[in-house]
């Protein structure tokens, strides 16, 4: 019964290559966030999408481009890969106005 | 913009000691509070928040945070720690009459020794 689920869970890459996460909850929320906890667990909002919609876009490079297909999905692309970008990378999810998050298991990013 | 203060980065703690880690934030409106907890190498979880009402909030674990408005500060307490307590401790912060934008602290570190 998972809540709010990330794939993969670990990702190793070089530099310079592109890569996916994927998120997905099964709470029926509509609102989906990304964050990214950096090597001393410094957790910042990057995105976060409603019904779909972005509504916050953080000061993030445009390196990192978020998709939201649906209201249950929420997937972040990174292209051209650096070192700088290893870090866990947490989703979250609400029910507006809920205002309590749900968090996914994370993934674990690391750049070589 | 929001911003949250934890002062106490590191804490060690003996088994059955009290504890209270503190958390304060800065924001010229009304706002949500939360303490979140993160075991090692797990997601995040919610111990408890604080809306409106009595400021003295419980949550799950016999977690306990009390919300002082003059103060800007919404402090963790547990009477009493065990050593499966030993995680990472959040404070967070979202404005009201949004859903967005939770603001962290940087997180308090908890080891409890036997």
Known sequence: DTAVSQTPKYLVTQMGNDKSIKCEQNLGHDTMYWYKQDSKKFLKIMFSYNNKELIINETVPNRFSPKSP??????????????????????????????????????????? | AQSVSQHNHHVILSEAASLELGCNYSYGGTVNLFWYVQYPGQHLQLLLKYFSGDPLVKGIKGFEAEFIKSKFSFNLRKPSVQWSDTAEYFCAVSPTGTASKLTFGTGTRLQVTL
Request: net charge negative.
């Open chain 1, 70 to 112: 649906d209201k249950a999905h929420l997937n972040l692309h990174i292209n051209s890969l650096e070192l700088g970008d290893s870090a866990v990378y947490f989703c979250a999810s609400t029910m507006t106005p809920s205002y309590e998050q749900y968090f996914g298991p994370g993934t674990r990013l690391t750049v070589t």
